[in-house]
Every structure is written in structure tokens, then in C-alpha cells.
């Protein structure tokens, strides 16, 4: 069973403009989360995270929120750029801290 | 620059054979990962090791095994391969349970059993 979703495959933005990711997870015993960027052919790469202890955590134009009491975290973009499209992976992390739960992925799409 | 290495971008095999797949790090992590992402289905985690010679199974080991001999390298082997199993396959790292860890990524193996 997935314990970490992403309901969203798809999202198209206008370049400048917000993109709100969102995630959802079911584990309430994760206590990390991870946002991966991901383009074709290509393996994923680090974005940014966020401990459980935390409900905001921001890195340039990029900031993710977490609502433990919803499971639920997104990423925001902003502003968005033609080089953000890419897939973006939400991932969590279990608490004997060995494994990683990730989604299924949102593909993001700027138009210029 | 920190380094998940694997050792083929593309690879196109036939039906039965054995496949192996290798990975390297470089930043003496404890953990070591095999994923395969498939269109809809995101990562899935197929083995991982958190030491040499130690392994556990992840949600889809079957038809898979896995090996490590030395602590940077952990290797994938498809036994008898099949068209299911034509995928990207991601080899990841990560140092032991610390708060602030992640997972490294190699670059990907675009794996096709024809």
C-alpha cells in the first residue's frame, strides 16, 4: 500500500507565476521529508526537506510546508521558471531512518 | 562532489538472461538502494543493504536479487530476465539514520528486455 502519495500527475504553470506541489502521506511515524526534481534519462536530485519538528522550511524560491495533523506537505515554487519542469517525487522517511517512501510523482510544466 | 555511480546509462537485453547491474558510491555511506521507476507507478523500492553482506527486501524483489561484497558497491541482478522488467532502474545511497540525511542518486540505467 502507498504510503506516500501525489495525487496530482500533472501541473502546468505559466512561467512567474506560483507552483504548489502537494503531497500526502498515511505513516505518522515519518519524521523527515524530501522534495527530488527529476528530468528524463536522468537520476533524481536533492531538493529540500523538512524535519517533522518543523511546519516550514525555505531554500531560495523554494519552500515547503508540513501539516502534521492533515499528513500533508507541498512544495512551492516561486517564481516559476522553464527550468523547474522536471518530475518532482515527494519522499518520506521512516523512522528507524534507513528507508525512503517516495510518491509516484507530479510532472511540472512551465510555459514560458 | 558527491558521487553515486552506475555502471551503464542504456542496456538492451534478451529474454532469460541474467543482468547485472552495478552501482558505486563514494561517500563511504552505510546505506545502499535499488529503485525502479516506472511511468505512474513512481520509485519502488526493490532492495536495500544497510551494511556489506546485509540486505533486505523492499515491496518488489521478485525475480531480483541483490549483492554486496564491499561497502561502495551494491549490485543488482536480474536472474532471468523479462519484458516486465524493461524499466529505469536508480541506484541510491544514504548514511545511516541521522536527522538531516538524504539519499544520493546515480544517473540511471534505462534497462530494455527485448
Known amino acids: 500500500d502507498q504510503q506516500v502519495k501525489q495525487n496530482s500527475p500533472s501541473l502546468s504553470v505559466q512561467e512567474g507565476r506560483i507552483s504548489i506541489l502537494n503531497c500526502d502521506y498515511t505513516?505518522?511515524?515519518?519524521?523527515?521529508f524530501l522534495w527530488y526534481k527529476k528530468y528524463p534519462a536522468e537520476g533524481p536530485t536533492f531538493l529540500i526537506s523538512?524535519?517533522?519538528?518543523?511546519d516550514k522550511n525555505e531554500d531560495g524560491r523554494f519552500t515547503v510546508f508540513l501539516n502534521k495533523s492533515a499528513k500533508h506537505l507541498s512544495l512551492h515554487i516561486v517564481p516559476s521558471q522553464p527550468g523547474d519542469s522536471a518530475v518532482y517525487f515527494c519522499?518520506?522517511?521512516?523512522?528507524?531512518?534507513?528507508?525512503?517512501?517516495f510518491g509516484t510523482g507530479t510532472s511540472l510544466t512551465v510555459i514560458p | 562532489d558527491v558521487k553515486v555511480t552506475q555502471s551503464s546509462r542504456y542496456l538492451v537485453k534478451r529474454t532469460g538472461e541474467k543482468v547485472f547491474l552495478e552501482c558505486v558510491q563514494d561517500?563511504?555511506?552505510?546505506?545502499m538502494f535499488w529503485y525502479r521507476q516506472d511511468p505512474g507507478l513512481g520509485l519502488r523500492l526493490i532492495y536495500f543493504?544497510?551494511?556489506?553482506?546485509?540486505?533486505e527486501k523492499g515491496d518488489i524483489p521478485e525475480g531480483y536479487s541483490v549483492s554486496r561484497e564491499k561497502k561502495e558497491r551494491f549490485s543488482l541482478i536480474l536472474e532471468s530476465a523479462s519484458t516486465n522488467q524493461t524499466s529505469m532502474y536508480l541506484c541510491?545511497?544514504?548514511?545511516?539514520?541521522?536527522?538531516?540525511?538524504?539519499?544520493?542518486f546515480g544517473q540511471g540505467t534505462r534497462l530494455t528486455v527485448v
Open positions: 541510491a545511497s544514504s548514511r545511516r539514520y541521522s536527522w538531516n540525511t538524504e539519499a544520493f
Open positions: 505513516n505518522s511515524m515519518f519524521d523527515y
Open positions: 523538512i524535519s517533522s519538528i518543523k
Open positions: 519522499a518520506a522517511r521512516g523512522q528507524a531512518g534507513n528507508q525512503f517512501y
Open positions: 561517500m563511504d555511506h552505510e546505506n
Open positions: 543493504s544497510y551494511d556489506v553482506k546485509m540486505k
